[in-house]
């Protein structure tokens, strides 16, 4: 990125015009904030929940495939990890991967314990499928391709349930309040909100708290083209940042190779068509009807989502096409009703009928494999902060998440918070005066900062790409906010994680999964088996590579 680019070390907001405290402030409401909060309920005193929508409307809701564990037979938590490591090419934490696959099939049975109802077999076996990347069907679901939806149902049952996790919707967090202890050490304080309609508690204010525990989400707004809703604007990883955590692996974005191609004018976020309906036998073609996948890889249409999204990429860019074909017309109707309903009634409001055409697909940003870097207990590098889910990076996905990890990461790794947390609470700290430089970009920067990053740090990257691309930020670094408002605040969080990204891509002088650099086209373990970290001084931005072994053995 350019050396004159310069971040906000801080958002302009008002001056708190309310103040509350509690001893735990959970931010977000998909899986792995609900589930942090439910674990920690009768060890910690207060905890607040605070949601920048309704308590449904993040990404968990939407996700379709499934969650995956080692639950069927013959099935084994070493089989797991080593899927999982060969899709991380080389960059998983493998203490983390171990974490994930052995507490991963207790996690999903306490999930049904506590009321989500998953599909099962005729017989009442658990119902397992597969998909991208996996040896075995591993993939619990839910209302065929609803899992998202009932996991969120029962979570949300459970908090309404428990009275004493008091929740704050339509509440977006700002910024961390830093205070030193009595070591003269500085760690979270509390934050600040601004709420949109919660009574006394409207408008800008301040929960004063001794921990914060991130689990907003991840950035997929950065792009023009995502399967991520719009609450997704990467706000939980940029408040992190610019508090003074650190981030890591942002250079690995997933981009789903079959998200349902709407033409070239439109943007936001996308229908996904699940990689499980891959996984029960449909398969990419190309406009004359030849198989994308046969001979590119043993998994042929379910090897792992950047070797289908890349093989899909080439193909578009050999013919000159906007997208390549899903065939699953041989699944039938009673199949696709029965299975995939969400995504069949989505696929016929959008005019196509995948019982008897193709589906047009093309990849579009899903998923952020890294976030703010956290140990094997969510803990980050300020203290009292933590992360889980999305906006972390535990080192479970390395370079390329797994189908079906990321609900299970958040599952796990918020149990895991609880473990500790409620032992650990530090004192508390008094917010100091902030002498971070505050700022703010004009909301209206947001589309071309999307088409920009979308065209310059997307599925395909070069270094003249890149550093256009970075051009582009520092330009639009300088379109300062008339107003301070909710589009000001997200556009900003936007810019300061398009930045980060972009830098961190252009110093990854390799192709590794997800991270596709046609200049430099092969995996090198000799110069960048290790992660990018990129920190914040007052809104300086610093990326440093910290070598670490390869994970995967060379299988990647």
């Known amino acids: 990125m350019p050396d004159t680019l310069r971040l906000p070390g801080r958002l302009t907001a008002p001056s708190p015009g309310w103040t509350t405290r509690a001893d735990v402030v959970i931010v977000g409401s998909g899986i792995a904030g609900l589930t942090a909060a439910l674990r920690l309920r009768g060890s910690v005193d207060r905890i607040l929940v605070v949601t920048k929508d309704v308590l449904n409307a993040g990404s968990t809701q939407w996700a379709q495939g499934g969650i995956a564990a080692a639950l069927g037979p013959g099935d084994t938590p070493e089989q797991h990890e080593a899927d999982t490591l060969v899709a991380g090419a080389g960059a998983c934490d493998l203490d983390a991967v171990r974490v994930l696959v052995n507490e991963g099939p207790e996690a999903v049975r306490e ?25 075995r069907d591993r993939i619990a679901h839910a209302g065929g391709d609803a899992t998202g939806a009932e996991i969120q149902r029962a979570l949300i049952a459970a908090i309404e349930a428990a009275p004493d996790i008091e929740v704050i919707q339509h509440a977006l967090a700002v910024d961390l309040l830093l205070g030193e202890d009595a070591a003269g050490t500085t760690g979270v304080a509390g934050l600040t909100l601004h709420v949109i309609g919660e009574g006394e508690r409207d408008g800008v204010g301040a929960v004063h708290c001794r921990a914060v525990v991130l689990a907003s989400g991840g950035l997929g707004q950065v792009f023009s083209q995502t399967t991520n809703p719009s609450v997704s604007t990467g706000d939980g990883m940029a408040l992190a940042l610019r508090a003074g955590a650190t981030l890591r692996d942002l250079e690995f974005v997933q981009f789903h190779p079959t998200v349902m191609y709407l033409g070239p004018d439109s943007r936001g976020q996308q229908p996904l068509i699940s990689e499980a309906v891959r996984g029960e036998g449909a398969f990419l073609v190309d406009d004359d009807g030849t198989r994308i996948m046969e001979g590119v890889h043993e998994l042929a249409d379910l090897a792992p989502r950047d070797v289908v999204a890349k093989a899909i990429m080439k193909r578009m860019l050999e013919t000159g096409r906007p997208h390549m074909w899903l065939d699953a017309r041989h699944l039938g109707a009673e199949f696709w009703e029965r299975r995939f309903p969400t995504i069949l009634a989505t696929a016929r409001s959008h005019g196509i009928d995948p019982v008897t055409e193709l589906i047009p697909v093309a990849p579009a940003c899903h998923y952020a494999s890294g976030g703010v870097r956290t140990d094997l207990y969510g803990r980050t590098d300020l203290p009292g902060l933590y992360a889980t889910g999305e906006v972390a990076c535990s080192g479970v996905h390395g370079a ?24 650990e609470l530090p004192a508390w700290r008094e917010p100091s005066a902030d002498r971070r430089t505050a700022g703010l970009v004009a909301g ?9 990053m979308t065209s310059r740090s997307g599925v395909l990257r070069s270094a003249p790409g890149l550093a256009e691309g970075a051009a582009v930020l520092d330009k639009l670094a300088g379109h300062a906010a008339e107003a301070v408002d909710q589009a000001s605040w997200e556009a900003t969080n936007l810019l300061t994680i398009s930045a980060a990204l972009a830098g961190a891509a252009a110093l990854r002088e390799e192709t590794r999964g997800s991270h596709w650099r046609d200049d430099f086209p092969e995996r090198d373990d000799a110069h960048w088996a290790g992660h990018f970290d990129v920190t914040m001084d007052d809104g300086v931005t610093t990326v440093a590579f910290v070598p670490a072994p390869a994970t995967d053995g060379g299988l990647g």
């Open 400 to 423: 390329n998440r797994l189908a079906s990890n990321s609900l299970l990461e958040g599952l796990v790794f918020s149990r895991r918070i609880a473990e500790v947390l409620p032992g």
């Open 444 to 452: 209206d920067i947001r589309r071309e900062l999307q088409e920009t």
């Open 111 to 135: 999930l049904i314990a506590l009321g989500t109802n998953f599909d099962h077999t005729d017989d009442g076996e658990l119902s397992l499928t597969r998909e991208g990347g996996h040896h």
